[in-house]
């Protein structure tokens, strides 16, 4: 192919290309549209790696995450120390885990911890709250909140420890038809 | 440099057990190590318990992730011994050590493979990776030795070329896949559900672009290259009565005239055996074409069933994790538009009250006969519906037969069938909408019933006009019959007339517009195809420029100036609708296949017109409709379209195989014409063009006495499949309810664990307070000795010291005096209250046994 890009070397346009399930085109892409984000502050020449980071408020001002209810939760998973901020190789990883290709193991390990929200190891009956809160946009009653947040439990919790594990997750998650093609931002 | 051999030979003997299936618990201190090192790679805050259990259902789930895990680690060692010794003592290294190194090798390549598939950070895959390919890099050379040497490289060298040329061909295939932005635009203000229409839409442009290359291809470019030109033979002219109109806008947009003897329908084709220099033999390849045009579809249809079916696994039991689906998988990623988001947090809101409600109240059933009588009351009046709009189209096609023997007649009766067609398919769908609303079903269930019974209507209607066309047929065979025989005698007397007129020269022929000619039945069933395909192609279009684009503009600018809310009120915009639009196509398409061997243009036009519409419907889309209120689930219903398509495509089968097979082609147009059937074309190709011993194979397995035990054959095969399969799904289904029992005894075990628990709390809570009594006294006691025997220069000390023996209890009390040579060693500081002797005993609540019998020993 013809165009000639400087921005990485062909070395690292090739490991890319290993470790996540984007074409060379779409890390290209990918690139441009972390440059978008803050052309100031990105490079536009990678093959020294220079350690650039964006901050969370200009990740999650992304159209493909600013309307989702766990944006937040998504770049703190994704970004290298958990506050949410993210280098381009974090964002590659975020959008690789996301994007169709990726296995279903991968993506319900990751779904985990998304909505692990105290990083406890556990989704547990705070973190069920949170979801459906953020889902509901608090618009169900204290009382409903509960019985879903039990029922989910009651449902999913296979060991009866009162909270989900990544064992519980996988279990129940595998098995929804809907996962694969909702866990899934096209780039 | 012996050191290092024996270095590296303990670590292959390490691996060597690490490898051995017997050694589990070997493996698992290693896997542990890894992790462990993985985890602090990843940073100290990555809990490396959570990893571990992630990693262990790797190991459950595939093996790969575990021989990754040990390469890893293998791999961390050899980084730090292999760099030195292993370039030097290659020369040593015996045949098992190759071996082992080989298989470490390969095992390096299938973690570079599956790399991609890891849960870590980018930096650590990128580092691992790194080391990997060193790693293979250094040893691939080293493993081939003496003669397998060259070969080896060779092969590595191959397969690298080939990973790299697999490579370049996924980049250039993804760059080959059109519209994936428009789609993504359209998926991020709509959600998947609409989007998944037009990846279908997408899907089907591809297919028919195959079929369209293959009939273009193979039939129409040959016979328009090497076959006779336009004009040199009856059937590819227009006939002397029809020249002066052949030309008129009018006659071409019935596809009469020009159109109708073109290349575009099956009239057109001569039944020459070869044509060309290439000695093409076009009526051969016209029919194999007609067939794998069924054959390709159907392979297509089928495999991404299968692989749709194999996407989504286990899809068996919904109810047992209701809530849990809702709760981590309703949310769309792809929604990148906030109006869109807002539906949806709606959506998601109120499907969650509908699940609580459904929860609270399963079983309740007010007045279960009046809903009963409603729903057969909805299905008599729908079956009315089929049965009226089946018989109205029998009508009008009986009528339209009847116009077309009148001459001049209007615009309305020549296209009455496609336009009460149109009609109804426009207007029974809401119709049953409005009596579905009778029935009071789930919205789920109702939209199955719904698709139901528009595919079932769309399906008479085509189903009737088939029959209707082929009464057309049969009264146009008859009358060919008649015309057979005027042609005869016409080209006999012609040629008679000129031998009498005279003799020696050779007659001018006739002039092929003159010659009188059949009906040819397959041409008018193309043409027909080829108007219902265009009216509906039109109906299409203009249904959405009125119903969306028009609605949506009035509602936009008439708003300003209404009595009512335009936008939120009754017209509004329009939703797409996803259901209709999808059978639209799925009907569209059953009739491109059964037009296709009538009308090989047909395709052409196909093609056409899902590339306008992809590009149209996408516009619509985005400039006038509005986001779902209720949004369809796009993910099963996949393979629904599917089966639809499947469906009609078996159904769009079975009238042309009957025409194949029995009915006589006409004796004037067509490649097959002169032969009594038309798949006298195979029979007749290899008599000729095959050796003998071919022909007799043939004829032996075209036996009735082969073909029937074959399919007998196939259906003892499927019959036995099926009871295979239903074996498995009980299998299965037992294995679920073992599971589910587990889980309930499980769960009843906890709870009476539970239920125990609080028991022994009581019991301890009834022990506990005596104790207490007894020890309360005791300490305030010992506080008094204790206080009144410090009243040394450590005292003071003591005193401050006391209460705070940690601070956090300090605020509890003194209660938690520390043993008393604590007293000492404790930092005054510590201390916040003075120890006053009466203070303890009011909050003395929190002390568990432990402390009181602790405090209790001294005095013991």
């Known amino acids: 192919m013809g165009n000639k890009q400087t921005i990485f070397t062909q070395a690292q346009l090739d490991a890319y290309q290993d470790c996540t399930f984007f074409t060379r085109k779409e890390i290209l892409r990918l690139f441009d549209r972390y440059r978008d984000l803050a052309p100031q502050l990105v490079p536009l020449d990678y093959t020294d790696k220079p350690a650039v980071t964006l901050p969370y408020e200009l990740i999650g ?94 449902e999913a919790d296979v060991d009866n420890d009162g909270k989900l594990s990544l064992e519980d997750f996988q279990h129940m998650i595998i098995r929804a038809p809907d996962f694969l093609s909702t866990f899934h931002i096209r780039i | ?119 870590w950070r980018m930096v650590k895959k990128l580092s691992v990776l790194r080391e990997a390919q060193a790693f293979v890099e250094k040893f691939e050379g080293a493993l081939g030795k003496g003669k397998g040497k060259k070969l080896y490289a060779y092969k590595m060298m191959m397969a690298k070329k080939w990973v790299k040329f697999k490579r370049d061909f996924d980049n250039f295939k993804t760059q080959c ?68 109109t052949a030309m008129d806008f009018s006659v071409l947009w019935d596809f009469e005239g020009y159109i109708k003897y073109s290349a575009l329908f099956y009239g057109y084709y001569n039944n020459q055996r070869t044509i060309g220099w290439l000695k093409y033999r076009l009526p051969m390849a016209y029919f194999m074409v007609g067939i794998s045009v069924f054959g390709y579809s159907l392979m297509v249809v089928i495999r991404s069933m299968a692989r749709n079916a194999n996407e989504s696994t286990a899809d068996g039991d919904d109810d047992n994790f209701i809530f849990s689906w809702k709760m981590f998988t309703s949310w769309d990623y792809l929604i990148g ?140 065979l008859a009358e060919e019959d008649a015309v057979k025989n005027i042609t005869h005698w016409t080209l006999l007397g012609h040629y008679n007339s000129s031998v009498e007129n005279s003799s020696i020269a050779t007659p001018p022929p006739l002039d092929p517009a003159d010659v009188p000619r059949g009906p040819c039945w397959e041409t008018t069933v193309g043409i027909e195809f080829v108007r219902l395909t265009v009216s509906d192609i039109l109906v299409t279009f203009i249904t959405i420029l009125v119903g969306d684009f028009i609605r949506a503009c009035f509602v936009r600018f008439v708003n300003y100036c209404w009595c009512w809310d335009l936008e939120a009120g009754f017209p509004s915009y329009a939703e797409f609708d996803i259901s209709g639009n999808v059978l639209g196509l799925v009907f569209n398409q059953g009739m491109i296949w059964m037009g296709s061997f009538y009308a090989p243009g047909l395709v052409g036009i196909n093609v056409l017109r899902l590339l306008t519409s992809m590009y149209f419907q996408c516009w619509a889309v985005m400039s006038s409709n509005v986001p779902h209120e209720r949004v369809f689930k796009a993910s099963k219903s996949n393979n629904f379209y599917m089966g639809l398509l499947l469906l009609i495509l078996f159904l769009s089968l079975l009238p042309v195989a009957y025409t194949i097979m ?23 190709t290899i008599e000729l063009d095959f050796p003998l011993f071919v022909a007799k194979i043939f004829s032996y397995v075209a036996n009735p006495g082969l073909i029937i035990p074959a399919i007998l054959l196939m259906v003892l095969a499927i019959y036995y499949l099926n009871a295979v399969s239903e074996a498995y799904q009980r299998a299965n289904a037992e294995l679920k309810k073992k599971m589910q029992m587990q889980r309930e005894e499980e769960k009843n075990k906890r709870n009476n664990k539970a239920s125990t628990n609080p028991m022994l709390e009581d019991l301890e809570d009834l022990l506990t307070p005596s104790t207490k009594s007894e020890s309360q006294p005791k300490q305030a006691e010992d506080k008094k000795t204790e ?60 002390l568990g046994p432990v402390p009181g019998r602790g405090r209790g020993q001294p005095f013991y």
């Open chain 2, 337 to 476: 538009n906030p109006e869109t988001a807002d539906n949806k947090f709606a959506s998601i809101t109120t499907s969650f009250k509908e699940s609580i409600v459904d929860e609270q109240e399963s079983n309740k059933d007010e007045n279960i006969h009046l809903r009963r009588f409603l729903r057969v009351l909805a299905n008599v009046l729908i079956i009315c519906c089929l049965c009226g709009s089946g018989y109205l189209i029998y009508f009008v096609v009986k009528r339209s037969q009847t116009f077309s023997k009148m001459q001049n007649v209007g615009w309305y009766e020549r296209n009455e069938v496609e336009i009460v067609m149109s009609l109804l398919g426009m207007f029974c769908p809401p119709l049953f909408e409005t009596i579905a609303a009778l029935e009071n079903y789930h919205p789920r269930i109702g939209l199955k019933w719904q698709l139901g019974r528009i595919f079932a209507l769309f399906l008479g209607n085509l189903y009737t006009f088939l029959l209707a066309l082929m009464d057309d047929v049969n009264e146009k």
């Open chain 2, 1 to 119: 440099k012996d050191k290092e051999e024996d270095e590296s030979k303990e670590e292959d003997t390490c691996s060597q057990q690490n490898r051995a299936p017997g050694k589990k618990n070997y493996q698992s201190s290693d896997e542990k190590k890894a992790e462990e090192e993985g985890g602090q790679q990843r940073g100290k805050k990555a809990p490396t318990k959570e990893q571990k259990e992630s990693e262990n259902k790797e190991r459950k789930t595939n093996k790969k992730g575990k021989e990754g895990e040990n390469k890893q680690k293998q791999d961390r060692k050899n980084s730090t011994t292999s760099a030195s010794s292993n370039s030097s003592d290659e020369e040593s290294l015996s045949e098992e050590e190759l071996e082992m190194l080989m298989e470490e090798v390969e095992q390096k390549k299938k973690l570079i493979s599956t790399m991609r598939n890891k849960p």
């Open chain 2, 662 to 684: 029995s009915l006589p082609p006409s004796f004037d147009c067509g490649p097959f014409s002169g032969k009594k059937r038309m798949y006298e074309v195979i029979q007749e």
């Open chain 2, 787 to 846: 206080s009144s025997n410090r009243s040394s220069p450590v005292g003071k000390r003591g005193k401050a010291a006391a209460p705070g023996g940690s601070p956090m209890t300090g605020g509890r009390g003194a209660a938690f005096t520390p043993p008393p040579h604590m007293f000492v060693t404790q930092p005054p500081t510590l201390g916040v209250r003075a120890p006053y002797p009466g203070q303890p005993r009011p909050r003395g609540y929190p």
């Open chain 1, 61 to 154: 001002s992304m159209p493909e995450l600013k309307d989702n209810p766990f944006r937040q939760r998504i770049a703190e998973v994704f970004s290298e120390n958990g506050d949410g901020n993210m280098t381009l190789d974090d964002f590659l990883d975020m959008f690789s885990v996301l994007s169709e290709m990726a296995p279903r193991d991968l993506k319900a390990y990751y779904a985990f911890k998304i909505y692990d929200f105290n990083n406890d190891d556990y989704i547990c009956k705070s973190d069920l709250e949170k979801t459906v809160n953020k889902l509901t946009r608090n618009e169900l009653t204290p009382e409903e909140v509960n019985l879903v947040c039990d029922k989910v439990i009651y």
């Open chain 2, 177 to 244: 896949i059109p519209w994936e932005m428009k789609i993504k635009e359209v998926e991020s203000h709509f959600g998947s559900s609409v989007a998944s229409y037009f990846i279908f839409l997408r899907w089907m442009y591809g297919m028919n672009l195959v079929l369209f290359g293959l009939i273009f291809g193979l039939v129409i470019i040959p016979e328009v290259l090497m076959g006779m030109p336009y004009g040199s033979m009856p059937r590819k002219t227009v006939p002397r009565a029809e020249q002066a």
